[in-house]
C-alpha cells in the first residue's frame, strides 16, 4: 500500500488529516532523511499495521539502510524508555534517582548522525506522551544544531501519523463490527 492508497482510505470526516500527510510529505524544514525518518519512526510508534507498511515503503527508500535501521530503532528504544521513564516522572519518590538497569546502546551509536536519531526519538516520545523524554530531546536537538522550526516540525508528523493510525484503526473496527452483525 502506498501514502496516496492510505490518504484514499482516509474517510472524509478526516479530510484535514488527508491534506497534512501529503504536505508533511515534502515538508522543507527538515532535511529528507530528518523527515523520512521522522515518518518511519512515527509510523511504527502509531502501531497500525497498513500505516507502517504504506510509511516505510515510501519513506524508506528514501533512507540508507543505515538511517532506515536508526529510524526503526529509535521507535523500538523510545517504546521501553517511554513507559520507564514517564513512570519515574509521575511516580517520583526515589525512582527517578535509581538507575534505570535498562540496555540503551543504541543511543550511544545510532548509526547515522546523533542530531537525527534524537529528533526521531523526540518524535516517539510526542506520541508516546513521555514529557520527560520530550524535554530531554528537544534540548539535544537544539543544543545540535536544530532550530525550534524543526522540532515543530518533526512533532506535526507524528501528530498526523498518529491520528491517520486511530483513524484507520477505528475505521477497521467499525467496519469489522458491521461485518459481524451482518453475518
Known sequence: M???????????YARDLKLNIGSLATEPALTQQQRAGTFVASAIASRNAALT??????????????ALTAAKAAAAIM???????????????????MP????????????????????WSLAV?????CGMCMESHEKIVLHGGLSK???????????????????LDAEDAVAGSVQAAAA
Open 125 to 129: 516520545s510526542a506520541i508516546n506522551g
Open 149 to 167: 522550526e524543526q522540532v515543530q516540525a518533526a512533532v506535526r508528523i507524528a501528530a498526523v501519523v498518529h491520528a491517520v493510525a486511530a483513524t
Open 53 to 66: 507498511a504504506a510509511l516505510v515503503a515510501e519513506f524508506g527508500a528514501q533512507l540508507s539502510p543505515e
Open 100 to 119: 534505570a538497569k535498562l540496555r540503551m546502546n543504541v543511543m550511544a551509536k545510532p548509526g547515522v548522525e546523533k542530531v537525527d536519531f534524537e529528533l
Open 2 to 12: 502506498s501514502l496516496e492508497q492510505i490518504r484514499a482510505r482516509l474517510p472524509d
Open 79 to 97: 517504546g521501553m524508555n517511554n513507559v520507564y521513564y514517564r513512570f519515574t516522572h509521575l511516580v517520583g519518590g526515589d525512582y527517578p534517582n
